[in-house]
């Protein structure tokens, strides 16, 4: 394994995945200001020696340390990363069983988006739905786990937002 | 010392806080994303906590500006501005 890691460059690669489990590879290169194609072929190299390992989920390639993340936490890492699935999951933390407009209300999306994200939600068994007739209210599933996980690897970064922000200033 | 000036220090004093509260957020995005653009955000606001640092010192210590000082103050909001400019055409 030293060996593997013996390149600077590859170990930052592969402590930016042990600190951030399950970002994909643009959102690494902008981390470390690096080029995608040279962190895919780092990245290559690590999976190559069983250091890393990559899943296709949400779109993306999501990559993790070999061993270190559990099936139902990468589920959590690949849906959470994503800041409109937070934002509605976080809502929903707040509040016990809501509405489709009472997301709506609250979430600056589309309701046809919102419906979108909300069943992809339900598909990947964060949210369930319950019905009251014509209406359908959705309430998370597990509640004190997806607390419990918020808390362990929070999504959110206040210094990664504070760069987003001005990296979004520009002419 | 009347209200006006109260309030006054009030004002600049919860500035102050605030502009370096900024600057340690600023501080620790740039050491973890070592982008050139928080680069120069982080100077403004270090600027920007250094002019109302000196501000409330002429405040507390009831200093009355003079030409001078306003003018450090002027080439303080001028720097701001540069670097705030350097910022938004940094890629």
């Given at each position: 394994?030293?060996?593997?890691?013996?390149?600077e460059?590859?170990?930052?690669?592969?402590?930016?995945?042990?600190?951030?489990?399950?970002?994909?590879?643009?959102?690494?290169?902008d981390?470390?200001?690096?080029?995608?194609?040279?962190?895919?072929?780092?990245?290559?190299?690590?999976?190559?020696?069983?250091?890393?390992?990559?899943?296709?989920?949400?779109?993306?390639?999501?990559?993790?340390?070999?061993?270190?993340?559990?099936?139902?936490?990468?589920?959590?890492?690949?849906?959470?990363?994503?800041?409109?699935?937070?934002?509605?999951?976080l809502?929903?933390?707040?509040?016990?069983?809501?509405?489709?407009?009472?997301?709506?209300?609250?979430?600056?999306?589309?309701?046809?988006?919102?419906?979108?994200?909300?069943?992809?939600?339900?598909k990947?068994?964060?949210?369930?739905?319950?019905?009251?007739?014509?209406?359908?209210?959705?309430?998370?599933?597990?509640?004190?786990?997806?607390?419990?996980?918020?808390?362990?690897?929070?999504?959110?970064?206040?210094?990664?937002?504070?760069?987003?922000?001005?990296?979004?200033?520009?002419? | 010392?009347?209200?006006?000036?109260?309030?006054?220090?009030?004002?600049?004093?919860?500035?102050?806080?605030?502009?370096?509260?900024?600057?340690?957020?600023?501080?620790?995005?740039?050491?973890?994303?070592?982008?050139?653009?928080?680069?120069?955000?982080?100077l403004?606001?270090?600027?920007?906590?250094?002019?109302?640092?000196?501000?409330?010192?002429?405040?507390?210590?009831?200093?009355?500006?003079?030409n001078?000082?306003?003018?450090?103050?002027?080439?303080?909001?001028?720097?701001?501005?540069v670097?705030?400019?350097?910022?938004?055409?940094?890629?």
């Amino acid at each position: 394994m030293e060996d593997v890691l013996e390149l600077e460059t590859r170990r930052k690669i592969f402590d930016t995945i042990s600190k951030n489990p399950g970002l994909h590879l643009s959102k690494i290169a902008d981390l470390l200001n690096m080029r995608i194609s040279h962190v895919e072929y780092h990245v290559n190299y690590l999976e190559k020696y069983d250091l890393v390992v990559v899943e296709k989920s949400t779109g993306f390639k999501r990559f993790y340390i070999k061993g270190t993340i559990g099936t139902q936490d990468k589920r959590y890492l690949s849906i959470l990363r994503q800041k409109t699935l937070l934002s509605i999951v976080l809502f929903l933390l707040k509040n016990q069983t809501v509405l489709h407009k009472d997301i709506l209300e609250n979430v600056a999306i589309s309701p046809s988006t919102l419906s979108y994200h909300l069943n992809k939600l339900v598909k990947h068994e964060i949210v369930e739905v319950q019905r009251y007739g014509e209406n359908k209210g959705y309430q998370l599933k597990n509640r004190q786990e997806i607390i419990t996980w918020l808390i362990q690897y929070k999504p959110f970064d206040l210094y990664e937002e504070f760069t987003n922000v001005w990296s979004e200033l520009s002419i | 010392m009347d209200y006006v000036s109260l309030v006054n220090i009030g004002i600049v004093g919860i500035t102050t806080v605030f502009s370096l509260g900024l600057l340690m957020i600023s501080l620790i995005s740039y050491h973890k994303s070592k982008n050139k653009k928080i680069f120069f955000v982080s100077l403004l606001l270090l600027l920007f906590s250094l002019k109302n640092l000196l501000l409330s010192f002429f405040l507390f210590t009831e200093q009355i500006p003079n030409n001078f000082t306003i003018l450090a103050l002027e080439f303080f909001d001028l720097l701001i501005l540069v670097f705030l400019f350097i910022a938004v055409l940094t890629k």
